[in-house]
C-alpha cells in the first residue's frame, strides 16, 4: 500500500501549526510511529516530523543510515534541543513536504537533542557537522511549524514554491531531490 499518498505538501496549514506534547506512550502513539518509519523508508528519507502526516504530535522519526545498507531508525517523542552552537554552517536540505527541491540553509553546527524513545526513555543525542545534526534540527522545526521556507527571505520563499509547482506538475513524488542531499 502507499504510504506516501498520506504526506502533506507545503502549502497545506498542518505543517505550520504547532505540535501537542505526547502525553502518554500508547498502542496509538507506537503505531504512529510505525507508520511514519513506513512512510519515510518508502519515499526513501530520513526523517519524517508527525505534522507531516497530519497528525499535530511532538514525534519524529529519523533515520540517517538508510540508503547506506542498514536501517537504524530513531523515534523521538517530544524533541527538544538542549544545547546549539553558535557556530553554524551550511547544508543542502530537502524535505519530503517540499517534492523535488533542495535548499541550502544555514543552522549550527553542533546539537544536543533530548527525546523519549518508546519504551519511555530520555535519551540524549549529540551531533556536530553530520546529517544527523541537519535532520534533528529540521525535524524539530516541523513539531514547532517551521518549514524550509521560515529560513528563507522573501525572495528565496517565492522561488522555493515556485520550483515546488513546478516539480509537482513534472510528476515529483515526496522523496525527490533536485540534487543529491538528505531528505527529510
Ligand atoms: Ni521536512
Known amino acids: 500500500m502507499g504510504f506516501m499518498d498520506d504526506i502533506r505538501i507545503t502549502g497545506d496549514p498542518v505543517l505550520e501549526a504547532v505540535c501537542e506534547p505526547v502525553e502518554r506512550i500508547d498502542d496509538d502513539i507506537r503505531e504512529l510511529a510505525d507508520s511514519m518509519l513506513a512512510t519515510m523508508y518508502e ?5 519524517l516530523a508527525a505534522p507531516q502526516v497530519g497528525v499535530l504530535k511532538r514525534l519524529v522519526v529519523i533515520d540517517v543510515d538508510w540508503g547506506h545498507g542498514d536501517k537504524n531508525p530513531f523515534v523521538l517523542i517530544n524533541p527538544q534541543i538542549v544545547e546549539a552552537s553558535e557556530e553554524t554552517r551550511p547544508y543542502g536540505e530537502g524535505c519530503l513536504s517540499f517534492p523535488g527541491v533542495t535548499v541550502e540553509i544555514e543552522r549550527p553546527r553542533h546539537v544536543v537533542v533530548q527525546a523519549t524513545d518508546l519504551n519511555g526513555d530520555l535519551l540524549q543525542y549529540d551531533a556536530a557537522d553530520s546529517l544527523l545534526a541537519v ?3 529540521h525535524e524539530i ?3 514547532d511549524g517551521r518549514t524550509l521556507l521560515d529560513h528563507l527571505g522573501p525572495m528565496g520563499r517565492m522561488r522555493v514554491k ?3 509547482r513546478k516539480a509537482i506538475a513534472e510528476g515529483a513524488k515526496p522523496g525527490d531531490v533536485s540534487s543529491p ?3 527529510g
Open 43 to 47: 519515499a526513501d528519507g530520513c526523517g
Open 181 to 183: 542531499s538528505e531528505r
Open 135 to 137: 535532520c534533528l534540527q
Open 162 to 164: 515556485q520550483q515546488v
Open 141 to 143: 522545526d516541523h513539531l
